[in-house]
């Protein structure tokens, strides 16, 4: 397993020789008939808290598609759930709270991370151990939400479009702010720790929705916490891939928050990311996810240009550059990994 090609080019070390390595986020999910049809009468949370079908899912999109890494099937508000507070994650919305983090008091109500908590992760660690075991050499990524975007669902108690609530709270009432997102780096640093103990390879830490952020807030009042999260898993052997969407202007920063590889969403071209970044940094991205709805002569110009502009950086991981929509036909991307995976001397 150590020597998978994936985990080569994330640690910045690619084989010439070898194919292009490729994952896509949401590779697991609505896109699979297999998961509809698994996920039937089952919550989403519940189905990622019980291990047969947190595996299964996860193992879904390799058996199909032939990517070269499994995502963790999991939310990043599962951890939240893992200590107690009320949210559900609802068909066609997504994460909702049912009391939403605004006041000293609620703050102060947050519970403590200690034994339940990680006894409550126990779920977590036998799915990784599940995964790793179907999976044979094929890498498994864990992952966990940022400190901010998983206090964006917090405080403003469902998925929003700007966020106002929690970054008027952080220029508000900067003490509280600082509370809440040193308590969630904890939650999901715990998290991220227990998937790799238990047998993940990689970690990547999801902040979508940092870009809503200037640099100069990050700066202030985020990158300390998501440093924070990542850290928990520093000791470990395994590269800590960092991504946010629409956040070109905040990509070393968020490299100084203590990543290794950084992910990048398709408004950024990765040579322009690598200009950018200190040298040697490896990437991960960045197909547009509207090529998988055009033609297929589209669709592998820019699957071409990704790797063309990924060449120059020590280690490439193709992905695209956010989730799998729901709505996509799997056979293409079934045919875009055969697609990448045949363009390995191109790269040489
Ligand atoms: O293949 C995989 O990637 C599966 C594992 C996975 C991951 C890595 C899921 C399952 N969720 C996530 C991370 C996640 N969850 C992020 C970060 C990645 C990203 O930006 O896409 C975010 C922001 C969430 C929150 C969330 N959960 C949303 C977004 C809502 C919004 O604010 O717009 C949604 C829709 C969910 C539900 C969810 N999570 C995962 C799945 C398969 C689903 C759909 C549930 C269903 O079947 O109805």
Do not use: K
Request: proline share 7%; net charge negative.
């Amino acid at each position: 397993m150590a020597d998978a090609s994936l985990l080569r080019e994330l640690r910045g070390d690619r084989d010439p020789a070898a194919a292009p390595s490729v994952w896509f986020m949401r590779q697991a999910g609505r896109s699979l008939p297999e998961y509809r049809a698994l996920r039937e009468g089952t919550t989403m949370l519940d189905s990622c808290l019980r291990p047969d079908m947190a595996a299964e899912i996860t193992v879904q999109p390799v058996r199909r598609h032939r990517v070269d890494a499994g995502i963790f099937f999991s939310d990043i508000v599962v951890p939240v759930r893992v200590a107690g507070l009320g949210v559900e994650i609802r068909s066609g919305v997504g994460p909702v709270v049912e009391h939403p983090l605004r006041t000293e008091a609620d703050i102060d109500a947050l519970p403590v991370l200690g034994d339940d908590y990680e006894a409550g992760l126990e779920p977590i660690r036998e799915a990784v151990r599940r995964t790793v075991a179907e999976l044979g050499t094929t890498p498994l990524i864990g992952f966990a939400g940022a400190p901010f975007t998983v206090a964006s669902y917090l405080v403003e108690g469902g998925p929003s479009r700007d966020h106002l609530r929690t970054r008027a709270l952080m220029r508000d009432r900067p003490e509280l702010w600082a509370r809440l997102a040193a308590w969630v780096a904890e939650l999901s640093g715990r998290f991220l720790r227990a998937q790799v103990l238990a047998g993940a390879s990689a970690v990547q830490l999801f902040d979508s929705w940092v870009g809503s952020l200037g640099a100069a807030q990050y700066l202030e009042h985020v990158q300390q916490h998501s440093a924070a999260a990542l850290a928990h898993v520093a000791d470990l052997p395994v590269p800590r891939i960092h991504f946010g969407v629409g956040a070109a202007h905040l990509l070393p920063e968020m490299h100084a928050a203590g990543a290794t590889v950084m992910g990048v969403d398709h408004r950024l071209p990765l040579d322009r990311a690598l200009e950018l970044l200190p040298a040697g940094t490896p990437l991960q991205g960045n197909i547009d996810p509207a090529v998988l709805f055009t033609a297929e002569e589209a669709r592998f110009a820019e699957a071409r240009a990704v790797l063309a502009a990924g060449a120059a950086a020590p280690g490439h991981v193709v992905n695209l550059g956010h989730g799998v929509p729901p709505e996509t036909d799997p056979q293409v991307l079934t045919d875009l990994v055969a697609f990448l995976h045949a363009q390995g001397g191109a790269r040489a």
